[in-house]
């Protein structure tokens, strides 16, 4: 057996087990960093076996036994069958944030409660002029009391959209904020913003330079989209929000699919002239009527015929309407305009 005294400190005796650092060893060709731990867990093998310890007089005796059963119960735990035989090293296991492709600090964990007991409904949103547009508008119940907009979801592919709104992130798309599980249903709770393009189309007030803040952030939102391998695939002024500051964001991304087509570019073409008229063309059609406000020879309307021959979002980002010095602040008198006009467009209270 092997004597210990006990009149020195029991530091002395773990600073000893880690005078050896743990080597640290990087494999070029796979670039991989490994950490072997085989000395500091003969480490915790003997602080463990000091547990079980008798004494002898006044000295501390530390059984040759104690250290062999220790030792076994280690190998037979499932950590310790982990070890990697030949490096010494142990598996990382990987979050379930990084396992779903998302950055660790956007995963959002869903929560397997009813969303109403964290928020309380405040009224209904009609963001568009279709029953699917109809949002509700609800408060935290905590001391922030801040205000979200909350979406329900339901059938068969509602995981997928759940890891559709995970994965597309974007500063020119709405952020999701948390996810609840609920009986059959999931509900998501977004950033709150009440105004949408269809509030603010044909107002007088949109010129040129308005019309580039407005599509410049959407074209710029859409690029994302596709630079990723998907389409929106049903963009509309009505899932096209604005923030009273002026930032513009795309709304319904959980529907977003993978696509190399352009029907996100030809939709586009429907929102400007929506945008700029108020209305778009019975025949389907693309082109503005009031050619004073919009001259065929201004930018606005060389955009407009661009998005009928373009066959990607990128190819509209150096259009010279969108060159134009836009800020997104430019449009802060617009959405408070919208919001003023709005007021048919909600449903107080929210049951």
């Not at 699919?257 to 693309?286: K, N, W």
Request: hydrophobic share 35%; proline share 5%.
């Amino acid at each position: 057996m092997t004597l210990l005294s006990a009149s020195e400190p029991y530091f002395r005796v773990w600073t000893f087990s880690l005078t050896s650092t743990p080597k640290m060893s990087s494999i070029r060709g796979n670039r991989t960093t490994q950490l072997g731990f085989g000395e500091l867990q003969q480490t915790q093998l003997l602080s463990s076996s000091l547990e079980q310890a008798g004494t002898i007089g006044d000295r501390t005796v530390l059984d040759s036994g104690a250290l062999e059963r220790s030792s076994k119960k280690r190998r037979r735990s499932p950590n310790r069958e982990a070890i990697h035989s030949t490096t010494g090293t142990l598996p990382l296991e990987l979050p379930q944030s990084v396992r779903s492709g998302v950055r660790a600090h956007d995963y959002i964990r869903e929560k397997h409660e009813s969303p109403w007991t964290r928020y309380r409904k405040v009224y209904l949103l009609q963001l568009g002029d279709e029953d699917s547009d109809r949002v509700v508008v609800a408060t935290q119940r905590a001391a922030s009391f801040d205000v979200v907009t909350v979406r329900s979801m339901s059938g068969p592919d509602v995981d997928n959209k759940i890891a559709v709104l995970q994965k597309v992130r974007h500063p020119n798309i709405v952020t999701p904020l948390e996810i609840f599980r609920f009986q059959e249903s999931v509900y998501v709770t977004f950033e709150h913003m009440p105004i949408s393009l269809y509030h603010m189309a044909g107002n007088p007030e949109i010129d040129e330079l308005k019309l580039a803040a407005i599509l410049g952030q959407i074209v710029t939102g859409l690029n994302y989209i596709a630079e990723n391998g998907m389409e929106h695939g049903s963009l509309t002024c009505s899932n096209v929000l604005v923030r009273p500051d002026g930032h513009v964001k795309i709304f319904d991304q959980e529907g977003c699919r993978r696509s190399t087509g352009c029907r996100d570019v030809r939709a586009l073409s429907f929102i400007t002239m929506e945008v700029m008229q108020g209305f778009t063309r019975e025949d389907g059609g693309v082109g503005v009527e009031d050619l004073e406000r919009w001259p065929a020879d201004s930018k606005a309307v060389g955009f407009l015929s661009e998005t009928t021959s373009a066959t990607s979002p990128r190819e509209l980002l150096n259009h010279p309407l969108l060159q134009l010095p836009w800020q997104k602040e430019q449009l802060k008198g617009l959405v408070s305009l919208a919001m003023i006009e709005m007021g048919r467009l909600f449903k107080y209270p929210a049951d």
